[in-house]
């Protein structure tokens, strides 16, 4: 349910319905607009007693009932975009972001110098896996414990912000000690548990649509970060899995205008996932922008013909000025339609 004030109501009226809120079983949640406080009250309304009650406080402007099960990631509850911060950069509500780097971190030499060409270019948040989650047991599942540590050199060298995925509970710790973002993938999108524990570690999170999660699942997951204490959420549209063989996976261009529609948080794309080519990711990340989306999660490497992972897919780093050229007017559009809004 959503408690939307009026305008004249004071704090000790907010305090006094969160109390009662809470009696009824509830969570609040207060968010303080500019002319309105809301209250998102958290809870199964099966269970727990209505809330219709209060529109008799001379103070309630209304009481609406959210439907949906991502209630604190709807608009309802959320009009206004939310912008997320990693690092020192904020993405979202005006402000984007292309997020670019390895597949996988495999070595110093290799992150230092895809990171040097990257910040030629203007990007200021770096990805990298230091943990692989792949297919085939056999394949390489990154560094572990030395990713992370090159990546805090890039961190301390290069000023940069760093978005690394978390494959498993046992390593979000670790992981968090030196990401300024937690990058879950897409075979995890719906991995409650591990959504739980990464909600505990205080830091942003890139949620990566699961391959064959549609919207309403996607944002329920969301919602589990949520409710579990993590209020900076970014989601992230890779690619779904159809029967279409010409790309890695589908883009779904109409995904990110749902999740815009439905949800006040950051959207933003990869296009490298969704293309498994490298000649298809700028027309993919075009598109994506012109969607709406805040940003971009874009693989490069110095050498994608050695990369130990997804070597047809990366960018060449010292290229990388280019893709960036071609996409600085979408850019600009992108940043002065979120500003008009």
Same mark, same amino acid.
């Given at each position: 349910?959503? %408690? ?50 209060? @529109?008799? #406080? ?18 309802? #509850? ?7 911060? %990693? ?50 047991? #056999? ?60 909600? @505990? ?6 949620? @990566? ?50 999740? @815009? ?81």
């Amino acid at each position: 349910m959503i %408690i939307v004030f009026k305008p004249h109501a004071t704090e000790a009226n907010v305090n006094e319905v969160s109390s009662l809120i809470r009696k009824l079983g509830y969570e609040p949640r207060i968010i303080k607009g500019i002319e309105n406080t809301v209250i998102g009250a958290v809870g199964d309304e099966i269970l727990h007693q209505s809330l219709e009650r209060l @529109k008799n #406080y001379e103070f309630i402007q209304n009481v609406l009932p959210i439907q949906k099960s991502y209630k604190l990631a709807s608009r309802e #509850y959320h009009q206004e975009n939310t912008a997320v911060k %990693i690092g020192r950069e904020l993405i979202g509500a005006g402000h984007v972001q292309v997020i670019a780097g390895p597949c996988a971190v495999e070595s110093y030499e290799q992150m230092k110098q895809v990171t040097k060409d990257l910040v030629a270019t203007g990007v200021k948040i770096i990805r990298g896996g230091a943990f692989k989650p792949r297919t085939s047991p #056999y394949a390489f599942q990154g560094l572990g414990e030395k990713g992370l540590e090159i990546l805090q050199a890039m961190k301390d060298e290069f000023g940069v912000g760093v978005v690394t995925e978390v494959v498993g509970v046992t390593h979000i710790d670790r992981i968090a000690e030196t990401a300024d973002c937690l990058q879950i993938g897409a075979r995890n999108c719906q991995n409650y548990h591990l959504l739980e524990m990464v909600s @505990k570690a205080e830091k942003p999170v890139l949620l @990566k649509r699961g391959m064959s999660t549609n919207v309403s699942e996607w944002l329920a997951a969301a919602e589990y970060l949520l409710v579990n204490g993590c209020p900076d959420v970014i989601l992230c549209e890779r690619g779904i899995r159809t029967f279409e063989t010409a790309t890695r996976n589908t883009l779904d261009i109409g995904a990110v205008a749902v999740a @815009k529609q439905e949800s006040h948080f950051p959207v933003v794309v990869d296009p490298s996932h969704a293309a498994g080519k490298v000649s298809l990711v700028l027309p993919l990340a075009k598109a994506a922008l012109a969607a709406g989306a805040d940003g971009l999660l874009v693989e490069s490497h110095p050498e994608p013909v050695n990369a130990c992972s997804d070597a047809a897919q990366q960018i060449k780093s010292d290229e990388f000025y280019m893709f960036m050229d071609e996409l600085k007017d979408y850019i600009k559009i992108a940043k002065k339609e979120k500003e008009n809004k």
